[in-house]
């Protein structure tokens, strides 16, 4: 099985960047479907990008495309999520997840691997 960690999360001001890593271990990366959740207080968690095994394909909640972009590097085992121009609503947790199912996978259920989560802040 696989082991994730995140990191890069912090406290930034609205319209800045962030890079998040998530470190993986025990398995590669590419042999799963990997994606970025988040969670903020009092709500429900949330999908917010994903990449399919093959690396080919990545898709994106409405909320956050053409401001995120979610990558791998297979050379490092780590998965990444570039965080562009971030507004005081993307204040949250963000999980790091891995499947192993195919496919577009949207849903928390579809992924058996998580991490413990980075905390992203964006003041106003």
């Known amino acids: 099985q696989v082991q994730l960690v995140e990191s ?19 398995r590669t990366v590419s042999t799963y ?23 080919g394909t ?3 909640a409405d909320s956050v495309k053409g401001r995120f972009t979610i990558s791998r590097d297979n050379a490092k085992n780590t998965v990444y999520l570039q965080m562009n121009s971030l507004k005081p ?11 192993s199912g195919f496919g577009l996978l949207r849903t928390g259920r579809d992924y058996g691997y998580w991490g413990q989560g980075t905390q992203v802040t964006v003041s106003s």
Not at 8 to 26: F, I, P, T, Y
Not at 89 to 99: F, K, L, R, W
């Open 89 to 99: 609503e993307d204040t949250a947790v963000y999980y790091c997840a891995a499947g």
């Open 33 to 55: 479907s990997m994606g970025w959740f988040r969670q903020a207080p009092g709500k429900e968690r949330e999908f917010v990008a994903g990449m399919t095994r093959s690396g």
């Open 8 to 26: 890069g999360g912090g406290l930034v001001q609205a319209g800045d960047s962030l890079r998040l890593s998530c470190a993986a271990s025990g």
């Open 58 to 60: 990545t898709y994106y």
